[in-house]
């Protein structure tokens, strides 16, 4: 089992920044990639970014390409999102995501390992 934890989440202003990390704890090894999604209140939950494990190869929704960067620290089994020039329409729970397989989806049903989620808010 994998264990993920999500922090850096908050309030902020629109044109701001944030970093989003996710932890991961147990039997990390086994992931090949690891995603961000998010959740906005009434709509269902979509791809934000991906990065397999092992490679560091990225992948990014249409949403955010340009604006944000996904990357890992395998030392740390710490996945980030850094998200920069942020809009009203971020706002979302943004979770993180673990796979065992390769080559992440952008569907979240290809996820096996899933954190709580934390909460984005971006005030325009």
């Known amino acids: 089992q994998v264990q993920l934890g999500e922090s850096g989440g908050g309030l902020v202003q629109a044109g701001g920044s944030l970093r989003l990390s996710c932890a991961a704890s147990?039997?990390?090894?086994?992931?090949?990639?690891v995603g961000w999604f998010r959740q906005a209140p009434g709509k269902e939950r979509e791809f934000v970014a991906a990065?397999?494990?092992?490679?560091?190869?990225?992948y990014y929704a249409d949403s955010v390409k340009g604006r944000s960067a996904i990357s890992r620290d395998r030392a740390k089994n710490t996945m980030y999102l850094q998200m920069n020039s942020l809009k009203s329409e971020d706002t979302a729970v943004y979770y993180c995501?673990?796979?065992?397989?390769?080559?992440?989806?952008?569907?979240?049903?290809?996820?096996?390992?899933w954190g709580q989620g934390t909460q984005v808010t971006v005030s325009s």
């Open positions: 990065i397999s494990w092992g490679g560091g190869i990225t």
């Open positions: 147990g039997r990390t090894f086994s992931m090949n990639a």
């Open positions: 995501a673990g796979r065992l397989g390769t080559t992440p989806p952008r569907e979240s049903s290809g996820y096996d390992y």
